[in-house]
């Protein structure tokens, strides 16, 4: 009897995170989901431009749609006096990365405002009527360890299906561009750390996670250069690489995400292009469907 040889895969999917930040970017992403490999967005609940958004996914429903959610560097959902201590008078977070990751760290009288505005940004998100296909982060926020913690404690109400995590992983970045990764060597080195006590409590509480992502240590845009680069390097596992795609400063994402040559890269043997539906496990035989909905697998 002859057996196959087993050829292990690497799992890809690809991500825009400028979904809804105007109507130039929205049309950069699902030009990129039509005409290239991008399968998903994240859409900030304040994003400027959110209805256009909605409104294109609806027509694009193969498009998976998760919540970007900003508790750094943006707009709240609530007003200032509903969540006290964690935006200005003007409903901004701060802008201090690292900073903002230790207030919410060593501050405990921040958590139940934190727990709030989570909450009405998932509200407002459902109000959009559309499948929330993931939880996204900006600046990462959604693998800090309160945070983390946040989403699992209250899973059932939130109904979360999948959380990104922010893990890039920091060697290899260093080993093939060390001039674009060593301004975020601190930042990678903590995201590790946090991941590493992030995941066994989103996933014990029924949240999916890829291995790894792409794109978090680097504030250039991710060229097809860097993408061919990285991807050769990357050992067997599942990625979530996140893109902003646009036709001005990150026009080179948007042709890097439509560049035939990764199509031709991703259509090798032990390569696979999948989406955030691809994550979870199958519902048994007459059960009912995953609550992230509507997303579709793309060939």
């Not at 196959?4 to 995170?17: H, I, K, S, W």
């Not at 509200?123 to 939880?135: C, D, H």
């Not at 504030?219 to 991807?231: A, E, T, V």
Request: with cysteine; charged share 20%.
């Amino acid at each position: 009897m002859e057996f196959e040889a087993f050829q292990p895969r690497t799992r890809v999917l690809f991500t825009a995170d400028n979904f809804g930040r105007s109507i130039r970017d929205n049309q950069a992403v699902i030009r990129a989901f039509q005409e290239g490999v991008l399968g998903a967005a994240s859409l900030a609940g304040r994003a400027w431009a959110r209805d256009n958004a909605v409104a294109l996914a609806r027509e694009n429903p193969g498009l998976a749609v998760g919540l970007q959610l900003v508790l750094w560097n943006g707009m709240s959902a609530l007003k200032p006096s509903e969540i006290h201590g964690l935006v200005d008078q003007r409903f901004e977070f701060p802008k201090g990365l690292l900073g903002t990751h230790l207030r919410y760290l060593l501050n405990a009288r921040l958590r139940a405002p934190l727990q709030s505005e989570i909450s009405a940004q998932i509200r407002l998100f459902r109000s959009t009527g559309l499948p929330m296909a993931f939880v996204a982060g900006r600046g990462g926020f959604q693998s800090h360890p309160v945070v983390a913690s946040l989403l699992a404690r209250y899973q059932v109400e939130w109904q979360i299906p999948i959380v990104r995590t922010h893990y890039d992983p920091l060697l290899t970045n260093l080993r093939i561009f060390p001039f674009r990764s060593l301004p975020h060597l601190f930042c990678g080195w903590l995201m590790k750390r946090f991941d590493r006590h992030s995941r066994p409590i989103l996933t014990a509480a029924g949240m999916v996670m890829t291995d790894h992502s792409l794109g978090c240590l680097t504030d250039r845009p991710l060229n097809l250069r860097y993408l061919l680069r990285m991807l050769e390097e990357l050992p067997p596992g599942t990625y979530e690489i996140c893109m902003n795609p646009n036709e001005d400063s990150h026009a080179a994402e948007l042709e890097a995400l439509t560049s035939p040559e990764l199509r031709r890269f991703l259509s090798q043997p032990g390569w696979e292009r999948i989406t955030h539906a691809d994550l979870l496990p199958a519902p048994p035989p007459g059960g009912a469907t995953h609550p992230s909905g509507g997303a579709v697998r793309i060939d």
